[in-house]
């Protein structure tokens, strides 16, 4: 089964800086666009931080262009995601996300396979 568990979620000052890993198990990270996603208090789910297939090629919206960087450990089969100069808009359940062969694309439509989300709560 394919399967991915994201962690490292918490409260951080504005300004603070986190680190979101989400683990996959069942398959290899090889195959596959990952991304990150998050989901604030009614809103939709949004895509922030992308990386196709063997991340030739990385995706960030521009609310966190600059601030956040996705990065891929192959040995340990596990995304990262750097958060740093955090804003209190940046507050969301944040979920990491994969599609086989995935070659572009930050879209929510685009993933089929999904973690359970982590909270990120940026105080003012």
């Known amino acids: 089964d394919v399967q991915l568990q994201a962690s490292g979620g918490g409260l951080v000052q504005d300004g603070g800086t986190l680190r979101l890993s989400c683990t996959a198990s069942g398959f290899n990270l090889d195959d596959y666009g990952i991304g990150w996603f998050r989901q604030a208090p009614g809103k939709e789910r949004e895509g922030v931080a992308c990386a196709s297939r063997e991340e030739s090629s990385t995706y960030y919206s521009d609310s966190v262009e600059g601030r956040f960087t996705i990065s891929i450990d192959k040995q340990k089969n596990t995304v990262y995601l750097e958060m740093s100069s955090l804003k209190p808009e940046d507050t969301a359940v944040y979920y990491c996300?994969?599609?086989?062969?995935?070659?572009?694309?930050?879209?929510?439509?685009?993933?089929?396979?999904w973690g359970q989300g982590t909270q990120v709560t940026v105080s003012s």
């Open positions: 996300a994969a599609e086989y062969g995935l070659a572009y694309g930050c879209l929510v439509r685009l993933y089929h396979h």
